[in-house]
C-alpha cells in the first residue's frame, strides 16, 4: 500500500546528508567535548562548526546561540529564565491564546508564582493585531513572547512590527520560531528580537536538539545549572552528533529554501483549491496568504477528525486533527478555538503539512481518499440532518 505522510509540522525525518555527517559522531569521535585533550578538541570542533551554521543561517553572532534539547526547552528558558532574572523590575508577561504549550504552560506555571499573563485577542485568521500589543504594555512588563507562525494553522504573525512596538518600550521581545526557521527567512536583525528557539526535528534534523538565540547582553537565568557549558547557560554535556545533525540540516535547508517555498507553495494551493472545489462544507482555517508554504488545515462539517484521521491512516496517509481525544492530547484544539472556530468544526478538523518527500501525486491519493471517506462518513453522520452552522465568512 502507497504510505503517505503529510504530518511535517509534528516531526520530519533526518535527511540522507544529516545522517551520514553525524554518523562520526556516533561511532568513533566520542570525546568529551569539555576535555583538553585530542578527543575532546574533536568534539569541541564539531559542535563550534554547528554553532557557526546556525548563526549564519539566522543572521547571529556565533556566541548568541546556545544548543538545547529542543523547541520546548528553548521557549521554557526564555519564560522562566527572564521571570526569574526581572522580577525585581515587574512580573508582567504578555503573548497570545495560540502559543504552542511549550510557551502556554510555562506561562501558567509563572501565573502560580504570582506573574500577571496577559493573553492578547487574534483575529479569525489568527493574526495578532500591534495596536492591541501597544495597548496591552505596562510599566511592569518584561518579556512579549509571540510565535513567528502557527504550528497548527501555518499564520505567520507581523513580528517585526510587533518587536519594534517591544523595542520602543524597552521590553525584552521572544518569538518560537520552530515552525520557520528552515522553511520561510528567518533573520533576527530583521525580526529585531532578543530571544528565538529552534528545533532541529522540525527541519529534518534529529529530534531531542534544538537551539536558542539570545541576543548579546540580554539578562536571562539558566534552567540547568551544573556546568560550565554553553558560557553557563546550559550545563550538561552537549549532544555533540545531534548538534552536528541540527548544523547539517539547516544549512540544507537554506540552500534550498526559495525553491522548496515556491514548489511547497504551489502544492498546498493546489491542494486547498481540490478540497474546496471537491468537499461541500469544508473550511479553511488560517490566513490564505500570511501562510507557512506547507500548512494546510480545514474543517469539514457533520463529521468526527479522529474518523477522519483514522479511515486516513488505514489507507496509508498520516495527517493530525484538532479534534479532542486524538492520541496527543485530550483538549481540542486551543488554537481553533481561540481564533473563534464553532466547536463542531474544530472538531471535524485536519491539519495536511508537507514536506520534502510530497509529490503532486501524494496529493491526488490523499484528495482521492478523503473526497470518497468524507462521504461516507457524512451519509451516516448523525449530525448530518439539521446541523446548523454559525459561522461568518
Ligand atoms: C514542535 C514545536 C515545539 C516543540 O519543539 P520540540 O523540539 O519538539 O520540543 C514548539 N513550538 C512549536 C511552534 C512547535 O511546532
Given amino acids: 500500500m502507497r504510505r503517505v505522510y503529510l504530518d511535517y509540522a509534528a516531526t520530519t525525518p533526518i535527511r540522507p546528508e544529516v545522517w551520514s555527517a553525524m554518523e562520526p559522531y556516533l561511532r568513533e569521535i566520542y570525546g568529551n567535548p569539555s576535555s583538553l585533550h585530542s578527543f575532546g578538541r574533536e568534539s569541541r570542533v564539531a559542535i563550534e562548526e554547528a554553532r557557526e551554521k546556525i548563526a549564519k543561517a539566522i543572521g547571529a553572532k556565533n556566541d548568541e546561540i546556545i544548543f538545547t534539547s529542543g523547541g520546548t526547552e528553548g521557549n521554557n528558558m526564555v519564560l522562566k529564565g527572564v521571570a526569574f532574572a526581572l522580577q525585581d523590575k515587574g512580573k508582567h508577561i504578555i503573548t497570545t491564546p495560540i502559543e504552542h504549550h511549550a ?23 489568527g493574526l495578532v493585531d500591534p495596536d492591541d500589543l501597544k495597548r496591552a504594555i505596562r510599566k511592569d512588563t518584561i518579556l512579549i ?6 504550528n497548527e494553522i501555518g499564520t505567520i504573525e507581523p513580528i517585526k512590527e510587533l518587536s519594534n512596538i517591544a523595542k520602543e518600550r524597552e521590553v525584552y521581545f521572544h518569538t518560537d520560531a520552530v515552525q520557520t526557521v528552515g522553511h ?5 536583525k530583521d525580526l529585531n528580537v532578543d530571544f528565538l528557539s529552534i528545533s532541529a526535528h522540525k527541519f529534518y534534523g534529529p529530534k531531542g536538539v534544538g537551539a536558542l538565540y539570545i541576543r548579546k547582553g540580554t539578562k ?27 548544523g547539517k540540516a539547516l544549512e540544507l535547508a537554506i540552500s534550498e529554501l526559495d525553491r522548496e517555498m515556491e514548489r511547497l507553495t504551489k502544492l498546498r494551493d493546489y491542494f486547498i483549491r481540490e478540497v474546496e472545489r471537491r468537499i461541500p462544507d469544508s473550511y479553511l482555517n488560517g490566513h490564505r496568504i500570511q501562510r507557512l508554504p506547507n500548512n494546510i488545515n480545514f474543517s469539514f462539517a457533520y463529521i468526527e477528525g479522529e474518523a477522519l484521521l483514522l479511515n486516513l491512516d488505514m489507507e496509508g496517509i ?16 486551543h488554537v481553533l478555538s481561540a481564533i473563534g472556530v464553532p466547536i463542531e468544526l474544530v472538531h471535524g478538523s485536519l491539519r495536511f503539512t508537507l514536506g520534502l518527500w510530497t509529490t503532486k501525486e501524494d496529493l491526488d491519493y490523499t484528495l482521492d481518499a478523503l473526497e470518497r471517506i468524507v462521504n461516507k462518513l457524512r451519509a451516516i453522520s448523525p449530525y448530518k440532518q439539521g446541523w446548523t452552522l454559525k459561522r461568518e465568512g
Fill in 220 to 246: 536571562v537565568y539558566p534552567l540547568l545549572h551544573g556546568g560550565e557549558q554553553e558560557g553557563r547557560r546550559r550545563a550538561g554535556t552537549e549532544n555533540v552528533a545531534g548538534i552536528v545533525g541540527m
Fill in 103 to 125: 510557551v502556554l504552560e510555562p506561562c501558567h506555571f509563572l501565573e502560580k508564582l504570582g506573574f500577571e499573563i496577559t493573553y492578547l485577542p487574534v483575529d479569525k485568521t
Fill in 184 to 188: 520561510i527567512p528567518v533573520d533576527v
Fill in 318 to 333: 498520516g495527517v493530525s486533527t484538532g479534534s479532542a481525544c486524538s492520541s496527543s492530547s485530550l483538549e481540542p484544539s
Fill in 145 to 150: 513572547s509571540i510565535m513567528h507562525a502557527n
